[in-house]
């Protein structure tokens, strides 16, 4: 089965061809990314007007050099941004309803885990233990099956990839905030530190599945305002290695402890922050060979079309166009 995947519910716009929820025939993926580092983030109205002069030409290109038959089209219809998913949704019900096929609605956390499928040959297997870790989200998830999910916890504040865009915006280090940390953390040394500071690693010993990292920023907004060093580099390094350290120490420890606790052997990660090479490389040493890890490459953690088209196949619930329409915060 032959699936377009469309994607807009933030700043990217996706399109994408995949072959039976595994193949990726094409995955173009557009960003108005430039156009937010000027401002610091997303103003979500510049992101939807963007958008709506990218759609075409992305989904053009995806379906060239000739426009495959293609059995259905899957869109995300949220969580996301209203003007973002709109232009999707309607860009999706208009192909629909022109090339008579079937539309899948995505929901956009759910399709960030279906990137564990796409180019694997030994994809995942149930029950698994599902962690996203995105620009909004921060959820742990037993997954027994495609659709079949329990919730078992979350952030309560600000999600992982929040915190790591709010600290960067803090330090000057610009948007997105996860690559820009990463960038500059890794070029701490403890060696030429004097006075090295220490942030906490929030709810890491708590005893249930959720997550906080609000406190985090405030931790470092009161080490910024403690100093009078706050532009200097040494100091800018040190925290924001430091706030790398904490973001993925919980991570790993949460993830890794509800494993352990649901007697589960299978760990996937999703979502942008997974992309981050420390997260990976500290899963990598702390689940040995306790625990099968699976993790997509980089370009297919951040949003991209070619993960909703995989998860539409293996969800395959079709609907006419005429009962599609976009719904910004749903749920798990
Ligand atoms: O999944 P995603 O592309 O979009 C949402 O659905 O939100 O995630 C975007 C988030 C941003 O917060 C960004 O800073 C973070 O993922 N991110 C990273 C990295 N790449 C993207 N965080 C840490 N390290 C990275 N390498
Ligand atoms: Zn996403």
Redesign the pocket.
């Known amino acids: 089965m032959r699936i377009l995947g469309i994607e807009t519910?933030?700043d990217e716009t996706g399109a994408a061809i995949v072959d039976n929820g595994i193949n990726i025939v094409s995955n173009i993926v557009a960003s108005s990314q430039e156009l937010h580092i000027k401002t610091g983030g997303i103003i979500p109205e510049r992101a939807a007007r963007e958008q709506v002069k990218s759609i075409i030409p992305v989904i053009e290109e995806a379906l060239s050099p000739k426009t495959p038959d293609v059995d259905a089209i899957a869109v995300t219809v949220g969580p996301g941004l209203i003007g973002s998913l709109l232009v999707g949704v309607e860009t999706a019900k208009t192909l629909a309803y022109i090339w008579n096929k079937p539309i899948i609605p995505v929901n956009?956390l759910l399709a960030?885990l279906y990137a564990n499928w796409l180019e694997n040959k030994n994809p995942p297997s149930f029950p698994l233990i599902a962690l996203i870790v995105?620009?909004?989200?921060t959820e742990l998830l037993l997954m027994t099956g495609h659709g079949k999910y329990k919730w078992l916890g979350g952030t309560r504040d600000d999600a992982a990839?929040?915190a790591?865009?709010k600290i960067a915006r803090l330090l000057g280090l610009g948007y997105?905030?996860?690559?820009a940390?990463?960038v500059t953390a890794g070029k701490f040394t403890m060696r030429h530190t004097p006075n090295v500071i220490k942030l906490p690693r929030p709810m890491i010993n708590s005893d249930n599945f959720d997550f906080s990292f609000s406190g985090l920023k405030t931790a470092v907004l009161r080490e910024i305002k403690k100093t009078s060093l706050s532009h200097n580099q040494k100091f800018i390094t040190n925290i924001a290695y430091e706030v790398q350290e904490s973001i993925t120490d919980v991570l790993v420890e949460k993830a890794l402890r509800t494993a352990r606790e649901t007697n589960v052997k299978n760990i996937i990660l999703a979502?942008?922050?997974a992309?981050?090479?420390r997260l990976r490389e500290k899963f990598k040493d702390a689940i040995k060979d306790r625990c099968s890890l699976f993790v997509p490459s980089?370009s297919l953690?951040?949003?991209n079309a070619a993960a909703i088209a995989a998860c539409a196949f293996f969800n395959r619930n079709f609907s006419p166009w005429q009962k599609i329409s976009v719904n910004p915060s749903l749920g798990l």
């Open positions: 519910s933030c956009h960030h995105s620009g909004g989200h990839g929040e790591f865009d997105p905030g996860g690559p940390i990463a979502g942008g922050v992309a981050n090479q980089p953690c951040t949003d």
